[in-house]
């Protein structure tokens, strides 16, 4: 185990800095009784869609844009992004900056989103996720520039009445940032995502000396992830992985393919080394996997020898031992790599008989029968299948109970509110926190939207709440950005709903019958039967097409069949109705 700490004298020296830093700080800012307000527009109700400000006199500091996936019941909807009606309808208000901790979709996914609106305000961060926020915005071609600017552990930041120091803090995507905000009403400590890894690979541990230094101070207030709250002990390091991994590695006789999110870079480092070490050579799969993988080369978080990474022409001469794969999809997801190779839809791969593929990722809830059905997919064909329930292959980048324990034991706050994660894992954060001796009345479990007032004596949950509705994103294809459509709720009701029945034979993977198409608000059915009639015809072409190679797969054919109708009928009635497919099999 290896903690940096700075020598003593050396320690004293920071810390008498800071004291006179925020002496400066607090002369300058003018303090009222008015209350440091803080609000959640997202984060304290799910897991996603972080969003949090904090607002004093009228000023407001942003802390992250992130988006939310949406969960099975919302068919159609890409994601979810936070309602941000309190900013701009509140003309008033000013808003100083954004500051975001980290380049997760969850807590940057949706900038290209809602920055226009804001009115392009100034949005500070670290390099890899300033990188990983421009490469994005590529995709928004309409949109201004946007104004970035660098922050790190070791720069402040002074926002009219906030002052802001980073620190670092381990995740699973490196240049992971807590912040330290000084408040006229005392020091906030927020954490974002995070773990305690001693042992991280390619990432230095969290800076505890930093952390102790700057709570030093006295903190007033604690907000800490939840997101790992039900996990008894310590967060497993990234150390672990790595030696289950290496041994994953030696034992594998043909090709290996891992399997992960694409922003698990510190992940994709750990496959590249191995790879390097038991003389594979790599391709990568999937867009997004690539693309952060070029930049975090680029700014040197990660490397990668020369002459590692492949293209298939060069692959193709390698026996199958020589060659790992290294792809998007752990999570079922039917646009993604994985599921295309599974489907024999992918141009150049099938799996082969002998081949190891690792999932190195957790199953986002409600994901779970998907990956299910792919893992049954790809042992069918004769892969040796391994998931990190079977082994630790896979380290969640949030700090489990030991870990939350520990930021609440270095930061010793007055205050304390749990973010980031459902009601009940809160509610278990701050049970945690009383635990540890922090009183109940100073611990707030809130929901979003609610108004949160900060004084120097006191924290008010108040019976105020800002507007934090859903805000759904629906995007017809990727690339397509011009088609990419905001709506609320609102509008979908008013484009009505498209229900197509299809039973689908398992056995053969083709139509049983006519398809049901049950329509409401959308077009009267009777004087619409050519366009319901030519809306079977393409039903019967999509099932057909998503089902070639026996494997029934009911979400892809779904999914399928809500993208392809969803087009038609906007190519032809310019309206956007909710399509709803049922597939049963039979
Ligand atoms: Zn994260
Ligand atoms: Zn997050």
Not at 527 to 539: D, F, G, M, P, Q
Request: with cysteine.
């Amino acid at each position: 185990m290896w903690v940096q700490i700075p020598p003593a004298a050396h320690k004293n020296k920071i810390k008498k800095l800071i004291k006179m830093e925020n002496k400066k700080f607090y002369k300058k800012t003018k303090i009222s009784s008015d209350p440091v307000k803080i609000i959640a527009l997202g984060g304290l109700e799910e897991v996603g869609r972080n969003m949090t400000l904090f607002e004093y006199n009228n000023q407001i500091l942003i802390v992250d844009i992130g988006l939310q996936f949406p969960d099975e019941n919302m068919p159609g909807i890409d994601f979810i992004i936070p309602n941000i009606e309190y900013l701009t309808s509140h003309p008033e208000k000013k808003i100083l900056g954004v500051i975001i901790t980290h380049a997760h979709y969850d807590h940057i996914g949706a900038i290209p989103y809602l920055i226009d609106k804001l009115n392009y305000p100034t949005i500070y961060t670290a390099p890899l996720s300033r990188g990983i926020i421009l490469k994005r915005q590529e995709d928004f071609p309409n949109l201004k520039k946007l104004n970035i600017e660098d922050i790190n552990p070791n720069k402040t930041l002074t926002l009219g009445p906030f002052k802001i120091s980073p620190f670092h803090l381990n995740h699973n995507i490196p240049d992971t940032l807590g912040l330290a905000i000084n408040t006229p009403h005392g020091l906030v400590m927020f954490t974002s995502d995070f773990k305690f890894d001693f042992q991280p690979v390619g990432d230095k541990p969290a800076d505890l000396s930093h952390i102790a230094i700057l709570a030093s101070q006295g903190v007033q207030l604690l907000m800490s992830d939840s997101t790992g709250i039900e996990n008894p002990g310590h967060s497993v390091s990234e150390k672990t992985i790595m030696d289950n991994l290496d041994n994953l590695f030696a034992q594998a006789k043909g090709r290996i393919i891992l399997a992960t999110f694409a922003s698990l870079i510190n992940r994709l480092q750990q496959a590249i080394w191995l790879s390097e070490k038991y003389n594979r050579k790599i391709i990568i799969q999937g867009y997004a996997m690539r693309t952060n993988l070029a930049i975090a080369e680029k700014l040197k978080y990660i490397s990668i020898k020369k002459g590692t990474l492949i293209n298939w022409k060069e692959a193709s001469r390698l026996d199958p031992q020589k060659l790992t794969i290294l792809c998007t999809g752990a999570q079922g997801e039917n646009e993604a790599t994985l599921m295309k190779i599974v489907n024999r839809e992918h141009k150049y791969l099938r799996v082969q008989k002998g081949d190891t593929v690792i999932f190195s990722s957790s199953v986002v809830p409600g994901n779970e029968l998907s990956v299910q059905n792919l893992k049954d997919n790809l042992a069918k064909q004769g892969a040796n299948i391994y998931h990190y329930k079977m082994v630790d292959i896979h380290a969640s980048g949030h700090g489990y109970q030991e870990d939350l324990k520990m930021m609440i034991s270095l930061t010793k706050p007055r205050f304390f509110i749990p973010i980031h994660g459902h009601l009940s894992m809160l509610k278990l954060h701050g049970k945690l926190a009383e635990s540890l001796g922090i009183p109940k009345q100073n611990v707030i479990v809130a929901t979003n939207g609610q108004v949160i007032e900060l004084t120097k004596n006191k924290i008010t949950a108040t019976e105020k709440f800002v507007p934090t509705n859903y805000i759904m994103v629906d995007g017809l294809g990727v690339g397509d950005i011009k088609e990419v459509v905001l709506r609320a709720r609102q509008t979908l009701s008013k484009d009505g709903i498209f229900i197509v029945i299809a039973l689908v034979d398992g056995k053969t993977g083709l139509l049983h019958s006519n398809p049901e198409i049950v329509s409401q608000g959308f077009v009267y059915m009777k004087e619409s039967k050519e366009l319901i009639n030519e809306v079977k015809k393409l039903v019967r072409e999509v099932v057909g097409r998503s089902t070639s190679g026996n494997t029934f797969n009911e979400s892809y054919i779904r999914n399928n069949l809500r993208e392809q109708i969803g087009l038609f009928l906007f190519k032809k009635t310019q309206r956007r109705p909710m399509v709803l497919p049922v597939v049963i099999e039979i």
